[in-house]
């Protein structure tokens, strides 16, 4: 992610590290968080924790390092590294959000010369692994797997104002894939001579979603309140038990839905925003019995979806 922060006018002036990646074992567990009815998820145990981490910090004192190559008061991005890696190990929390303010406070008690600090991460997942004990199978407490799923996503953006005040965050699970096998439809859209896509009443719809939320009050994204935390794991389970349940009409139909019921389940929830694509599979063979069918990768170019909304939505739908 990118941006044009500004410190000087509309001067952009920021640098930084990113694809710091760092692992933890035995970190501290996450427990005592509320339960939704879409999720079996309960906690975690942060056996394994790995993060992807990217940090970008702003100081009017870094400009003579850009103008006169002074590096006086250059932190080297090395460094800046290296505190993220030692800070992995001094953070007592159980959340992403809550190491990236750590960390995001650190550097700034470090360091007068930075200004403001950006700080932002994708979780590097790791799975459980069954396997035999004495009821039956039981998650290894040793051998986990290196997955490659979905993962909790965190940035926050701290200044020196109030303590290093959070005055920016997100949280988020990005690379859900989900494929429903029937029951979607894509039908009554414009048609006109550039036309060619057929209506379907039925399709096999293939969606890639990351989705992202702001809490009305930034502190509940640290975990610090377990029960006012809300986890990557049950917004991501809340996607696909709404594609479950639903029978839409595109993917925007199914992103608003995701929205209404997420925002529905945590009322401290400010905003829930998603990007999707779609990835959905053409139709090969509908000739066999019943629903089945044979699909094949679709070509490029693909469709995108974008949409954010806040509890306004709610009391519009409400009306
Ligand atoms: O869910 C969809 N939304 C669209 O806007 C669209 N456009 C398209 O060609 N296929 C789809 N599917």
Known sequence: MTDASETDGQRTMNYGKEQV???????????????????????????????????????EAFLPSFSEGDNSMVVPTDTMKNFIHHHLGEYDGATLEGFLHFVGEGFLEQYPQMDAIRVSADELPFDERPVPGEDGFES??????????????????????????????????????????????????????????????????????????????????????????????QVRD????????????????????????????????ESVSFEANNRTWLKVRDDLEGDAKVLREPPRPTGFQQFSMDRSDLERDAE
């Open 21 to 59: 990646a760092v692992y933890r074992t035995f970190g501290t567990s996450l427990e005592g968080m509320r339960t939704i009815p879409e999720s079996q998820f309960t906690g975690r145990d942060n056996t394994i924790f790995g993060a992807e981490v990217r940090v970008q910090v702003e100081g």
């Open 238 to 269: 809340i996607a696909q038990v709404v594609f479950d349940e639903f029978d839409v009409n595109s993917i925007q139909d199914l992103i608003y839905r995701i929205g209404e019921r997420t925002l529905e389940r945590f009322p401290q929830l």
């Open 140 to 233: 290894s407490e040793l051998v986990f797997r290196v997955a490659d799923r979905e993962s909790g996503f965190g940035e926050v953006y701290l200044d020196r104002s109030e303590d290093a005040a959070i005055q920016e965050h997100t949280s988020g699970v990005t690379g859900i894939e989900l494929v429903k096998v029937k029951d979607n439809s894509f039908v009554g859209y414009v048609q006109d001579e550039y036309t060619t896509l057929p209506e379907r009443e039925n399709r096999t719809l293939y969606v890639t979603l990351d989705i992202f939320w702001t809490y009305a009050d930034a502190e509940d994204a640290l975990g610090e309140d377990p029960e006012r935390y809300v986890p990557a794991e």
